[in-house]
């Protein structure tokens, strides 16, 4: 064996030894990988969410509208039927009952259907909330696994230990945004 071979070996088997030191920042990495993926995809779902809770908010809001429209027609016919004379006064009281049943029929569902746009806003809320949560997770596992990566670069484990901060930040972010409800 020539001393060139014996160098080769000796820094080869360096190398495989060196690789074999950083094979936990090389599984933190992968791990790290996966929760990105996982919060990305948990985030996007919750940005959907909020989206469509904010349309349907949004239809209620025109449903209460209508309705509101409706109320007051129904409240300038009857405030109409009290200063028109009508030749028979049966008649004109069957309409006001008609109207005041009508009215308080609108009364009724204005109510309800703010009661439910309201409701759908504070989902909208929480589903936004819990989105900014979802988004920072991301953020902080997506630093963390570039810090841990620069520990494959440097050889120092002190990025690595760096990296579980923000991953730590990451994880306890995601997990907020579970909570909320």
Do not use: C
């Amino acid at each position: 064996m020539e001393t060139d071979d014996a160098g080769e070996l000796k820094e080869t088997a360096e190398k495989g030894s060196a690789d074999r030191t950083m094979r936990p920042v090389a599984f933190t990495m992968s791990v790290l990988a996966v929760l990105v993926a996982v919060t990305t995809v948990l985030g996007h779902r919750t940005h959907t969410r909020a989206v469509l809770t904010q349309n349907q908010a949004t239809d209620q809001w025109n449903f209460y509208q209508s309705h509101k429209i409706r109320s007051n027609d129904t409240e300038l016919m009857s405030d109409l039927l009290g200063v028109v004379t009508i030749a028979n006064p049966g008649q004109a009281k069957a309409l006001e009952k008609k109207y005041a049943d009508h009215q308080s029929k609108w009364d009724a569902d204005l109510k309800d259907a703010q009661q439910k746009a309201e409701a759908l806003e504070q989902k909208v809320h929480v589903e936004e909330v819990r989105a900014d949560r979802f988004d920072l997770a991301e953020a902080m596992l997506e630093i963390s696994l570039v810090i841990a990566s620069v520990t494959l670069l440097t050889r120092s484990r002190i990025y690595w230990y760096f990296g579980f901060v923000f991953a730590a930040a990451g994880i306890v972010s995601a997990l907020a945004a579970f909570l909320l409800g």
